[in-house]
């Protein structure tokens, strides 16, 4: 029993610690310090042991963060997960602006005011975030990614994305054929909330992303917290799918097996009388 601590602390003094430290709630970090001085001393000078802070599942009336975790920890935070918690705008901004946080995720938050939100993503005043994860549905069972929520403000959504050049959404604006005009603009904004998924049922196309916005994959990643990550599947390599608003895959999806069709496979298959290019069988 004599050797505990140093065993203990070679164990810790291992990379093994930064990947068990985004598991852990701030609480039970602080409680794993308390145990004795070596390893007290060792948490106080590992780089990276507060990066990921994940609150939601605090089951406690959610306030304020800033209460839940001291400055110090929350000072060394970069990627923040509030989901499901209750938390107000001005809450955040608090945070944010006195942070160096660059990932914060709200999904299904409590007590967001979108409005307010918003301003707040349109205001100029600067900070280090660089994602926020808002839209995604945290248990989609169909290509409906987005939560049906923020849907109804789709075309203000849209427009805020757009404009918001130094932060990744887990959305993007569409940018389905239907909202062209001829002087290559964009009219009738909406966000993307349909996830087409593999190829084209059609010509077999693989959808590719290029020169498009990118878009963060929920949930955050555990192990970084740069853009780069974020934006990759769980497998760590880019995601091939195409991102369209509702209105932009009407005639050319079925919601039922996920089988898609591209904006060309579909209109000629309108042109040749077959009002739907899917067949059940």
Known sequence: MADTPSTI????????LLSIAPYLHPKDISALSLTNKLINNLLASAQGVYRHIDLSQEKKKFQDVQKLVSPTILSATRTLVLDFSLVTVPQLESILYSSNITLLSIRGCKGIDERALMAHLSSERSTKLRGI?????????????VQKSVIKS???????ISNCKDICFDTRACRGSKH??????????RISEIKLEGRCSGCGIIPTSEGLPDVLVAPAPLH?????????GADGNPTAD???????????WCEGCGQWWCEDCATEKVSTSNPSPHKHT
């Open 224 to 232: 970084s917290s740069t853009i780069k990550v974020a934006c990759k």
């Open 9 to 16: 602390s070679t164990i810790l003094s291992n990379d093994l």
């Open 180 to 189: 062209r005009t001829d002087e290559a603009g964009y009219i009738e904004p």
């Open 154 to 160: 789709s075309n203000e959504w849209a427009l805020v």
């Open 133 to 145: 994860y808002y839209f995604t549905n945290p248990a989609p069972t169909t290509g409906r990614f």
């Open 242 to 252: 195409v991102l369209r608003c509702e209105m932009c895959v009407r005639e050319r």
